[in-house]
């Protein structure tokens, strides 16, 4: 065995930070109980405050890279991937933590099923304990592109345990290995924010690999930490990375159903809601979401340097 093998760590495990340092620590602290072993990368997404001090401080195993500006979710999980060394790589959100058993039964299921593309595990909301949000999702519709987390809401009693194929992973926790994201390409950046882990899935579904759910391993997922549960920033992507998913995933003549029925009908009906709501601000973020699609250019797909 060579020496630069010998030196590969396992795992790598990659989160981004956005001026949301403490939340950060939670997750390094998890991390530090359940998985130590693992190479840790923290991506900070052009934080404002002294998040990267904290972190490079407090946490001296854990590599800091400070991109300088925010270049969104995919954006900054791929700066993390490319600067991994691991076999297996978990990109993680900054406001989910590890509980007992770390992510070993996810190792195990991708080292041991061929052809595995994107790995989920079981999540449950943090402030919830016990409540589900997602164990496996169905498929998306091709003109609402709305779908079901399955189990979303319900007590966790054991009644998702058997692991099974899922169209999509979870962007909160999803583990590849280098080899399948070699041969699908990192995560697309065309979107900044929602819909780049479905986009990404497909992209597996597609090279031939089967996204996977993990039940044997947990993870707990304080949702919306960072752009609030309900905000004119969620309110603006949500709008604008339906319609690129469309764009780039349906097929004519669907994706132009799918554009009446999120540019028109589903647009319509938010904008008079959060209008007399007194929402205007939420309203406006709806337009403002369909405009910036409609100077949408498709990116080329990032590569990652083998």
């Given amino acids: 065995m060579s020496d630069e093998t010998r030196r590969q760590p396992l795992l790598s495990i990659v989160t981004v930070n956005y001026n949301g340092g403490a939340m950060t620590c939670q997750l390094l602290d998890s991390i530090r109980r359940y998985q130590p072993d693992a190479e840790v990368i923290v991506v900070d997404n052009g934080s404002y405050g002294d998040d990267v001090s904290m972190i490079s401080s407090s946490y001296p195993e854990v590599v800091v890279i400070a991109t300088g500006e925010n270049l969104g979710f995919a954006g900054g999980n791929n700066v993390g991937i490319r600067a991994a060394h691991g076999r297996y790589i978990l990109m993680i959100n900054n406001d989910a933590e590890l509980t007992e058993g770390g992510v070993d039964a996810m190792l195990k299921r991708i080292e041991q099923e061929d052809n595995i593309g994107l790995v989920s595990p079981k999540i449950l909301f943090h402030h919830q304990p016990g409540t589900i949000q997602y164990a496996g999702f169905t498929p998306l519709s091709p003109i609402t592109l709305r779908n079901n987390a399955i189990g979303y809401g319900t007590?966790?009693?054991?009644?998702?345990?058997?692991?099974?194929?899922?169209p999509y992973a979870h962007g909160a926790a999803m583990m590849a290995s280098r080899k399948a994201i070699e041969r699908a390409g990192l995560m697309p950046e065309?979107?900044?924010?929602?819909?780049?882990?479905?986009?990404?899935?497909?992209?597996?579904?597609r090279k031939?690999?089967?996204?996977?759910?993990?039940?044997?391993?947990?993870?707990?997922?304080?949702?919306?930490?960072?752009?609030?549960?309900?905000?004119?920033?969620?309110?603006?992507?949500?709008?604008?990375?339906?319609?690129?998913?469309?764009?780039?995933?349906?097929?004519?003549?669907?994706?132009?159903?799918?554009?009446?029925?999120?540019?028109?009908?589903?647009?319509?009906?938010d904008v008079v809601r959060y209008w007399f709501k007194g929402r205007k601000d939420m309203a406006k973020a709806v337009v403002k979401g369909i405009c910036s699609f409609a100077k949408y250019k498709r990116l080329e797909s990032p590569k990652l340097e083998k």
């Fill in 155 to 166: 007590h966790d009693e054991g009644q998702h345990d058997t692991p099974h194929p899922t």
């Fill in 190 to 205: 065309d979107y900044f924010l929602y819909y780049e882990e479905l986009d990404w899935s497909v992209i597996f579904s």
């Fill in 208 to 269: 031939g690999m089967t996204n996977y759910y993990e039940p044997l391993t947990t993870v707990t997922h304080k949702e919306s930490a960072t752009t609030g549960a309900d905000s004119p920033l969620k309110v603006y992507y949500n709008t604008r990375s339906r319609l690129i998913f469309a764009y780039r995933n349906i097929s004519l003549p669907a994706r132009w159903l799918a554009y009446l029925y999120l540019g028109i009908v589903v647009a319509t009906r």
